[in-house]
C-alpha cells in the first residue's frame, strides 16, 4: 500500500487566492516526520514546512500552513495569497522513525502540479 | 548556507557507457540520498548512506552502486548505462539524528542515455 497518496495530480489557482493541496498518509509508527517541498521547473527540491507527530499546533511557515489531522492520517497544506511564483510540483513526504540509522529515509508521493493563473 | 552540490545539470551518455554522478554536500551531514524521478512516480530512492563507507539500498537499486569514501561525497555509479536509466536524478543529504530530519537537495542531474 501506497505510504504517501497526493490525489491531485494537477490544480490551478488564481492568483492572490488560496488553495489546498491534499496529501494522505499512513504508518503504525507513533513517532513521524511530514514534510512538503516545492520542486519549480528549474529541477531543485526546495523545503517548505514540516510537522512533527507530537506537535500540537499546525505548522505556519509564512504563507504556508499545514492542515494536520492525526486521527484522519491527513497533512494537506495550504498556500494563501498564492503567487505567479508558486506555480510548481508540490511533493508530501514522511519520515517514520526517530533515533535510527533509517530515520533519515523519507517516503515521497507522486506530487501535485500547482498552476497559478495570473 | 545550506548546500549540495551535484556535479552536472545535464548529461548524455551511450548505452553500455559507465557513468558517475557525483554529489557534494557542505553541512556535515552523516545521511546521503540518491534518488530517481520520473514522471507519474514521484521520487523513488536508489541508495542511502548514513556514514562514510556504509550504503543501504533503497527501493530500485538495481543496475546502480554507489560510493561514498568521504563525509562530504556520495556518487551514484551506472556500470552499464541503459536507455530505461534516462531519467532525473536527485542528491540529497540530512543529519542522522534529530526529530526533523530534514532533507537538503542539489538541483538535479538529467540524464539521457541514448
Known amino acids: 500500500a501506497q505510504k504517501i497518496t497526493q490525489t491531485q495530480p494537477g490544480m490551478f489557482v488564481q492568483e492572490k487566492e488560496a488553495v489546498t493541496l491534499d496529501c494522505t498518509y499512513d504508518?503504525?509508527?507513533?513517532?513521524?516526520?511530514l514534510f512538503w517541498y516545492k520542486q519549480p521547473s528549474s529541477g531543485e527540491m526546495i523545503f517548505l514546512i514540516y510537522?512533527?507527530?507530537?506537535?500540537?499546533q499546525n505548522a505556519t511557515e509564512g504563507r504556508y500552513s499545514l492542515n494536520f489531522q492525526k486521527a484522519r492520517k491527513s497533512a494537506n497544506l495550504v498556500i494563501s495569497a498564492s503567487q505567479l511564483g508558486d506555480s510548481a510540483m508540490y511533493f508530501c513526504?514522511?519520515?517514520?522513525?526517530?533515533?535510527?540509522?533509517?530515520?533519515?529515509?523519507?517516503?515521497f508521493g507522486d506530487g501535485t502540479t500547482l498552476t497559478v493563473k495570473p | 548556507d545550506v548546500k549540495v552540490t551535484q556535479s552536472s545539470r545535464y548529461l548524455v551518455k551511450r548505452t553500455g557507457e559507465k557513468v558517475f554522478l557525483e554529489c557534494v554536500q557542505d553541512?556535515?551531514?552523516?545521511?546521503m540520498f540518491w534518488y530517481r524521478q520520473d514522471p507519474g512516480l514521484g521520487l523513488r530512492l536508489i541508495y542511502f548512506?548514513?556514514?562514510?563507507?556504509?550504503?543501504e539500498k533503497g527501493d530500485i537499486p538495481e543496475g546502480y552502486s554507489v560510493s561514498r569514501e568521504k563525509k562530504e561525497r556520495f556518487s551514484l555509479i551506472l556500470e552499464s548505462a541503459s536507455t530505461n536509466q534516462t531519467s532525473m536524478y536527485l542528491c540529497?543529504?540530512?543529519?542522522?539524528?534529530?526529530?526533523?530530519?530534514?532533507?537538503?537537495f542539489g538541483a538535479g542531474t538529467r540524464l539521457s542515455v541514448l
Open positions: 540529497a543529504s540530512s543529519p542522522l539524528w534529530g526529530t526533523k530530519n530534514i532533507q537538503y
Open positions: 504508518t503504525s509508527d507513533q513517532s513521524y516526520g
Open positions: 510537522q512533527g507527530s507530537y506537535d500540537e
Open positions: 513526504a514522511m519520515r517514520e522513525g526517530t533515533w535510527d540509522t533509517n530515520a533519515g529515509k523519507s517516503t
Open positions: 553541512m556535515d551531514h552523516e545521511n
Open positions: 548512506s548514513y556514514d562514510v563507507k556504509m550504503k
